[in-house]
């Protein structure tokens, strides 16, 4: 069992910067791909980046590729989401998920098994 907890939401003006945090608490001996999602009202859940249990890998929806990047520091089982040049269609509640076992392409939701409680990002223009 994996227990993740979001922070670092808010409100901004298009253009600001925020940076997500994602700790991850219980079982996380075996260190696994972790993701961010957003689900804004009214529309899909959307992938947002997935980052590789070492780090090395990095994925990122075009929709925030050269804006949002994604890192973690595995000593404080903490996945970081940074989002600069802020939009207001980036609004959404923000979560960040857990990969299965047997892992999967990182866009795809039902490829992760624990998903944190959420934190809200508003952009006003």
């Known amino acids: 069992q994996v227990t993740l907890v979001e922070s670092g939401g808010g409100s901004v003006q298009a253009g600001g910067s925020l940076k997500l945090s994602c700790v991850a608490s219980g079982d996380t001996s075996n260190m696994r791909y972790i993701g961010w999602f957003r689900q804004a009202p009214e529309r899909k859940r959307e992938a947002v980046a997935a980052?590789?249990?070492?780090?090395?890998?990095?994925h990122l929806a075009d929709s925030v590729r050269g804006r949002f990047t994604i890192s973690r520091d595995n000593a404080k089982n903490t996945v970081y989401l940074q989002m600069n040049r802020l939009e207001p269609e980036d609004s959404a509640t923000y979560y960040c998920?857990?990969?299965?076992?047997?892992?999967?392409?990182?866009?795809?939701?039902?490829?992760?098994?624990?998903w944190g409680q959420g934190t809200q990002v508003t952009v006003s223009s």
């Open positions: 980052i590789s249990p070492g780090g090395i890998n990095r």
């Open positions: 998920a857990y990969m299965k076992t047997d892992g999967g392409w990182w866009s795809v939701a039902s490829n992760y098994v624990y």
